[in-house]
Nanobody
Framework: QVHVVESGGGLVQAGGSLRLSCAVS????????VGWFRQAPGKEREFVAT????????YCADSVKGRFTLSRDRAKNTVHLQMNSLTPEDTAVYYC????????????????WGQGTQVTVSS
């Protein structure tokens, strides 16, 4: 079993930056990917980005490429999502999730989920 806990959400003005963190614990392996999803009011949960827990492979949604960056801090068992050039369209609850079976770009590929952290971007 794997546990993931998000932190770092908040309110920011358009054009600003935020860094989300996902603390990971439990039985990870070389096949584990840690991903971020987001869900805006009235919309479905959508894929944002994912990173291999033991390597540097990353995948990002087209909507965030060039603005959002994933990184790992192995010493702290944490994945960071650095979000730059934020727009009001980025407003959503952001969820961290863990996949034990490789990279996945849909929510069905992730077995373990955090509670989410709110990101609000004001115009």
């Amino acid at each position: 079993q794997v546990h993931v806990v998000e932190s770092g959400g908040g309110l920011v003005q358009a054009g600003g930056s935020l860094r989300l963190s996902c603390a990971v614990s439990g039985r990870t392996s070389s096949s584990t990917f840690v991903g971020w999803f987001r869900q805006a009011p009235g919309k479905e949960r959508e894929f944002v980005a994912t990173i291999r827990w033991t390597g540097n492979s990353t995948y990002c949604a087209d909507s965030v490429k060039g603005r959002f960056t994933l990184s790992r801090d192995r010493a702290k068992n944490t994945v960071h999502l650095q979000m730059n050039s934020l727009t009001p369209e980025d407003t959503a609850v952001y969820y961290c999730a863990a996949s034990l079976y490789g990279a996945a770009l849909s929510r069905t590929g992730y077995q373990y989920w955090g509670q989410g952290t709110q990101v609000t971007v004001s115009s």
